[in-house]
Structures are given as C-alpha cells and as structure tokens.
C-alpha cells in the first residue's frame, strides 16, 4: 500500500465509519463537551453514514475526495460532525488534483487540514477533536520520509493519536472532573483504528479500553449558556468571506464552527437567536437546510427515567418553560418563505414572519413537517423511552396526523407501543391536552390511562380567536377572498373557533374589539355555567397588552388563572395574523 486511489480511499473510510458506529453510544455515553447532551456518538455516526451513503467512490482520488467532501457538509451533524466535515473539506483543498496520493502527499494533506479546521472554529478548544487532528497530522509530517507504507504510517500515526486522546483528560477540566477523553476526539481516534484494522485486513470490532467504560453518572454541573444548537447548509454566493460571517455571528452565540467546501458551506452555532441568524444566512447564498437542537431538552433526555415520551407539533401552543419542565418533544411544522422552508418555533419566529409580509414577500405558506425529522426523533426517543404518546393538530387542518402515522407505522407493527393522536385541536386548545397529558406522565399514571384522557378531552376542549382584521385568515386561505374583502371593507372582525370534529369555522362578528371580546366573555361564561371548566390557556399574536388584559379578565370571571400565556407558532400566525388573540379551554 505504497499508494491510494479512490477507491482504496473509500474503502478506507468506510472501515473507519464502522468503527465508530460500534461505540456510538459509548460517545454519547462519555459526551460532556462542549454540552453534555450525550449525542456526539450520534452526530459522528450520522455525518459519516451519509458520506459514505451518498459518495461516490471512483478511481480517481480527486474525484472520490471531491464527493466525499461534499456529502461531509450535507451530512455533518453536531460540533464534531461539523469539525470532522471541516477535515475531511481539509484534505480535499490540500489534494492537487491527484489522481493518486503516496505518504507524503497524505502528509501534507493532514497538515493542510489542521489550519483548515482552525480556521472553521471561533474558539479552538485544546483537549478536544482539534488537538487530535493536530497531533496526528504532524507525526504524520514527522514519518512521512522515514515510512513509504500507508500501513506503517497509519499504524504509527495511530498510536500517536490515542497518546493524545489519553491527555485529553487533563487539558479540559470538564473532561477531569468526569474521568473521561474527549468524545468527539475518541471518535476521530476510532475512525483511525477502523482504517488501520482494514489495512491489515482484522474485523473491525474495537475493543474500549476498561478506563472509558463508565458506567458511573457524569458531573454535569456546567451552565449551558445557549439553549439552541443551530446548524445550516448554505450554497454560497462567489462574495462569501469566512472570517467576516464569522465575526458576525460572535454577538449571537458560541460554539461557532463554519465548515467550508467547494461552493457550500455549513454553519454550526449555539444560540438563542437562530431566526436572526438564518435571515443573515440567507444574505450569504441560498439556504439548503436548517436543523435546530433543543439542548436543554437533550440534557434532560439524557437524564430521564421515565418510560413514556410526550410529543407534539408545533401547532400547539406551551410555553416555553413549560416544554422544558414536563419534557414535551415538538416536532417543526413548515413555514415556506420564497422557496426556503423554515422550521416552525425554531428558524421561524412571528417577528421575522411579519416582517417578510411587511416587506412584499409573496405570502408565506405552511406545510406538514420533514418525515426525515420525524423518522429521526421517533428512533432517538425509542433508545430511551418504551412507550410513545404523539398528539397532532387537527387532521381537518394538516396531514400531520396521516403522515406520523406513516412514519410509525413500521415500529407499531414491530410491537412498539405508540399511540398517535388526533387532538381535533389546534393551538391553545391544542396545547392544553398536551400540558395536561405532561403532567399524567410526570405523575406516573399509565399510557392507557394518559391517551383514555386526551380521547375524551379532546371532546370537551374549545378555542375561542379574536382576529383584528380578515385579511390574514384570506390571504393563508381560511376565510373565501370574498367574504374577506367584504370583512375588511365594513371593518367587521370575526371570532374563528373549530367545529367538534377540528375544522375552522367562524363563530361570530363584531365592529370592535371591546364588542369581541365581551361576545368571547359571554361565550365562556355560557359554557362555564352549564359544564364547568377545568383549565384553559391565552395566547397571542405579538399582543402581548391584549393578552394581559384577557387574563385579568378571564381570572375575575372563571376564578382561577390560566395555566399559561405564550406567543402563538408562525404556522397559526400566517392565517390568523398580527394581534389575535385566543383563548382555549377544557370543560368537565
């Protein structure tokens, strides 16, 4: 092995993606920087998986390293599926055209690769994967004149690099306190092992050694500064400038890598503004995919005893805080803006989706979520949990509820017990039956018993929309254009509700707010005095002051206060528009 082609390359890389599959979860197991969020395992696997499922392996080195590089920015996934990407697109600047590479050229690729990934990184971290790579590319410099055999250097290159994963565990304190390595830099030293057991032709199967087994709990006692881990691929304009984004992005987060390739580039990034962060992403190409992580969510995941999982989409409407304290998973409905489809709650916030409007944008449109991400959070949430309760938007208003079926179809016919369910809701209304069913798991009540409950609440549950004008709901298409136009021609504003079996319906008009409102009131107060009502929630369209007010209101009246007051999903937001506000409650 005196010289590699492409395929010899592949090859090579295949074997190495193997052996870090094997010990995924031991990376996630050992994951507790630069959050502990236990998914680096994940997030290798899955940035290799689909480089070694979307190359295409040729003859030609230049060739193979150019596909390879390309799938690593399509594919990379977390900090460390990010930076390993950045390698990879490393190696293929430093490639020279080769149609073949020997010892020194991989040499002076591996160095090359060094100052690329640095380059990627706002705050190169020692004791991380970075170091790694570094130590390993220069030994690899070091050998490159004393060895003609990739077997030889990569073997001894090896064994240099798991010397410097071992002193990981005293240059990051986090990793000390844990009595732990690194685990995005283990997963690059597996990577090796892989590739070298390949070249002597051994089964790739790795034995870990005893030290790194753990099976004591972690100390993850670390702040998280941010709460989003925020990741974009974007095909980027011939003006892109790396270091100017980058210095850009400081203000918004930490964490920030930007892996560059040929003509795209991916952005990872931790942040509590990832909408802004996407508007200035567009400015920089065009945007071909957005993901966004809840970490705090993924820190309690981690830590969860419970055997069931509560999820929803983004239609219903919690608070924040609320998701967070009873653990409630939220799957992004599709908010498409001039081509790019936005993440519901996570790239798309009603503050930016109002502006696009303001400024001219054709108007935005809704879809049902990405069946990859769904596919993807059910296979995550079944390494954890056993149980599975889904709850959808009204299946009258969205194919969510048909298509989450689909996707579960496969585990429910393999004996997983997952229950979806179709809350003939939306929203406030919605939200409620969720919160509701987040706390029967908390309380430890069964399965059974939490999906017995939402069957016959769902039955019981009203929302209540105040639109400020007709002219959201007839540009989303819920309300016919001439019925609309006429509205808005004599100033005369609807209340929108749902019928019993989740389709939108108008409930009543009125010429002003005040005269909304008190019909809303009479509307509540009617149904509070014939069945009683247990719980209801406000929400609202950037009217927060009329929010406030309902919830003054509606305390006095009910004699109990809402169980919460959020900002409604830019999915609702599109057909019901700037200052509605909504309530939604349950009856006894």
């Known amino acids: ?237 011939p003006s892109f400038d790396q270091m100017a984004l980058r210095e850009k992005l400081h203000p918004y987060g930490d964490s920030i890598v930007i892996a560059k390739g040929k003509d795209m580039f991916r952005l990872h990034i931790h942040t509590d503004q990832q909408g802004e962060v996407f508007q200035m992403l567009k400015k920089e190409g065009t945007i071909k995919s957005q993901k966004v992580d809840d970490m705090f969510l993924d820190v309690a995941f981690k830590n969860t005893h419970s055997k069931i999982a509560i999820v929803t989409d983004s239609i219903a409407d919690i608070s924040p805080e609320l998701m967070l304290q009873y653990h409630i998973y939220q799957i992004p409905a599709t908010v498409m803006i001039e081509g790019i489809a936005y993440m519901d709650k996570r790239t798309m916030s009603n503050d930016i989706l109002f502006d696009q409007i303001d400024q001219g944008v054709e108007y935005p449109t809704t879809a049902t979520p990405e069946v990859k991400y769904v596919k993807e959070l059910v296979e995550k949430l079944l390494t954890k949990y056993e149980e599975l309760v889904i709850v959808t938007v009204a299946s009258k208003l969205s194919g969510t509820y048909s298509m989450i079926n689909q996707v579960v179809k496969p585990h429910v016919e393999a004996g997983v017990d997952i229950s979806v369910i179709d809350s003939f809701n939306n929203s406030a209304s919605e939200g409620l039956l969720v919160y509701h069913a987040a706390q029967m798991i908390k309380d430890g009540k069964a399965k059974k018993d939490v999906v017995a409950y939402l069957e016959e609440a769902k039955k019981k549950t009203k929302i209540l929309v105040c639109l400020e004008t007709f002219k959201y709901a007839m540009m989303g298409g819920r309300v016919p254009k001439m019925v609309g136009k006429i509205g808005m021609a004599i100033g005369l504003r609807p209340i929108m509700s749902l019928a019993p079996d989740g389709g939108g319906t108008a409930f009543g008009f009125a010429f002003s707010q005040k005269a909304i409102t008190k019909k809303i009131l009479k509307y509540v107060k009617n149904d509070m005095e014939k069945q009683g009502i247990s719980s209801y929630a406000i929400v609202h369209c950037q009217n927060e002051k009329l929010a406030k007010e309902y919830e003054t209101l509606f305390s006095k009246e009910l004699g109990f206060a809402p169980e919460y007051i959020t900002e409604i999903s830019s999915t609702v937001a599109i057909h019901s528009g700037k200052g509605s506000v909504a309530i939604g409650y349950i009856k006894k």
């Open 1 to 237: 092995m005196e010289r590699l082609n492409g395929v010899d390359f592949f090859e090579l890389f295949k074997a190495g993606t193997n052996s870090v599959l094997q010990k995924r979860k031991l990376l996630n197991d050992i994951n507790v920087f630069p959050v502990p969020d236990g998914d680096t395992g994940n997030n290798l696997v899955y940035t290799m998986q689909t480089i070694t499922s979307e190359s295409k392996a040729e003859n030609s080195f230049q060739a193979t390293i150019d596909s390879i590089s390309e799938s690593a920015l399509i594919g990379a996934r977390g900090n460390s599926g990010v930076i390993f990407a950045q390698f990879i697109n490393g190696l293929r600047a430093g490639s020279s055209g080769k149609e073949e590479i020997d010892v020194i050229d991989f040499s002076r690729m591996a160095c090359e690769s060094v100052d690329y990934v640095k380059n990627a990184l706002s705050n190169p971290v020692e004791g991380t994967m970075i170091t790694v790579i570094r130590d390993w590319a220069y030994f690899l410099d070091s050998m490159k004149d004393k060895v003609s055999s990739f077997i030889d250097l990569l073997e001894q290159a090896h064994k240099e690099a798991t010397k410097s994963l071992e002193r990981t565990k005293d240059l990051l304190k986090v990793l000390k306190k844990n009595k732990v390595v690194d685990s995005g830099a283990m997963g690059f030293v597996l990577f090796l092992e892989g590739m070298n057991k390949f070249l002597h032709h051994e089964k790739v199967d790795i034995e870990v050694p005893e030290e790194l087994a753990l099976e004591d709990e972690h100390v993850f006692d670390e702040e998280l500064t941010y709460r989003y881990c925020t990741e974009g691929l974007v095909m980027f304009d």
